[in-house]
Each structure stands twice: as C-alpha cells, then as structure tokens.
C-alpha cells in the first residue's frame, strides 16, 4: 500500500520536474485542463458504470423475462462492439432521433456503459460467489428475497466485487483518450495539440504519461481502502 503512495508522488513529482527543466512549464496550465476534462469524465463515467451495472445484473438474476432480456442485450450489446462507435454513435447518430447530447455528457454516457456491461458480469459473480446457505439462512429466519439480498448478501459481495471493479475503473480512465475524437480536449488531445505546436514530444508525453500512471495509481489507492473497510464491516480484518 504504501509503495503505491510513493509511486503516485514521485509520478506527480517527476512530472513537474521534467515540465520545469525542460522549459514547458508555460505548458503545464494547458496540460492541467486537459487533465480535468479526463477526470471529469473519469469520475462521471464511473458512477455511471456502477448504476447500470447493478441494474443489468439484478434484472438478468432476478428480473422477469422482458427485463432479463433487456439486460442481457444492454451487456451483449456494449461488450460486444468497440468503445469509439458507441461514442461516435451516440453522438452523430442520436440526433436524428432527436435526442442531442453535449460532448461532454456523450463522453460520459458512453463509456460509462461501455465499462458498466463488463461490470454486470462482475456483480453476477460476486452475488453468485456468495454461498448458497446463507439464501437458504435467510429463508429460514423467514427474511423477505429483498431483505436478503440487501442485508444478507450485497454486503458479501460488495469485498469481492471491489478489487475487479478497480481494474475496470482504470480502463475506463485510459479510454477517456478516445474522447477527442468527438470535439473534447482531454489530456491526451492537449498533449498531441502541444506537441504539434513545439515539437516537444519528449516532455510532453512523458509528462502526460506520468499524469496517467498518478491517476490510476490514485484510483487503485482509493479501491484499496474501500476494500479495507468493507472487510473490516463484514468483521473480515486486514485485506493485504
């Protein structure tokens, strides 16, 4: 745990210095906007990921069949085709449905999605993980389905279901380079923009790739604590 938190400053240090030595700290401001526009998307596309996914999961284990179906095509759909056409789709195609979307919400929508349809898969496993007698516990304590699952069971799957959902979390931070190709300036698009202005290219990506390694070393940190505490609620002790 602690390496990590090295690794996370010496990246955000490391970058600066580079930035500062190698005179395109005037460059940084540009940099950081783009940063923001990447962790906006980050962070938004990561709460949309985690609704969709407990919906689609709970309507394909639990829901009646026209919902069971509606799951399983929301995850086949969005697993099964590329992030940047869902992005392109849901951008150039909606309109002429007439629901038009800012660039900004598109970017969040679609991949929060996109990563949401591979969560699905995630909170199934994790709620399918859970022993089977603690169901049938419940049952015999004459706990409703509902209450068995919200207190019994989600708790339990909640220490499981944390370490994956990390990982999916820093593939949805990588696939926010895609954005620029519909009008945002992220992180990556600033650097390639910068770059094409100076012909800096050294310094600058290495700076922007210490930026993303920071970020995702961020999110594994903040993934790690909240294992911590779910497994210190269920009585669990020390996650390592």
Do not use: H
């Not at 490391?14 to 923001?36: C, K, M, N, Q």
């Not at 996914?53 to 026209?66: E, N, T």
């Not at 509606?70 to 086949?76: C, D, G, P, R």
């Not at 697993?79 to 392109?88: K, Y």
């Amino acid at each position: 745990m602690t390496w990590l938190v090295v690794i996370a400053i010496l990246s955000f240090t490391l970058g600066l210095v580079i930035a500062s030595l190698t005179s395109i700290g005037d460059f940084v401001p540009e940099l950081l906007r783009g940063a923001w526009v990447t962790i906006q998307i980050t962070a938004g596309g990561s709460v949309v990921a985690v609704v969709a996914a407990v919906i689609a999961a709970m309507g394909k284990m639990y829901g009646p069949l026209p919902i069971r179906w509606l799951s399983v095509a929301y995850i086949e759909t969005f697993r099964g085709t590329s992030a940047l056409v869902q992005l392109f789709w849901l951008f150039y195609v909606l309109p002429y449905f007439g629901i038009t979307l800012g660039a900004m919400e598109v970017g969040i929508f679609a991949l929060g999605l996109n990563v949401g349809a591979y969560g699905a898969e995630v909170v199934r496993g994790s709620i399918g993980s859970v022993p089977r007698g603690q169901w049938e516990a419940c049952v015999a304590l004459n706990m409703t389905r509902v209450q068995t699952l919200v207190r019994v069971i989600l708790p339990q799957a909640l220490v499981a279901m944390i370490p994956p959902w990390g990982n999916l979390f820093i593939e949805l931070l990588k696939a926010t380079a895609l954005v620029s190709l519909i009008t945002l300036s992220d992180l990556a698009f600033k650097a390639q923009q910068l770059n094409q202005n100076t012909l800096r290219t050294i310094e600058i990506f290495t700076t922007v790739l210490l930026a993303y390694l920071a970020i995702s070393l961020l999110i594994t940190l903040g993934m790690r604590a909240l294992e911590r505490r779910a497994a210190r609620g269920l009585g669990r002790g020390r996650v390592s």
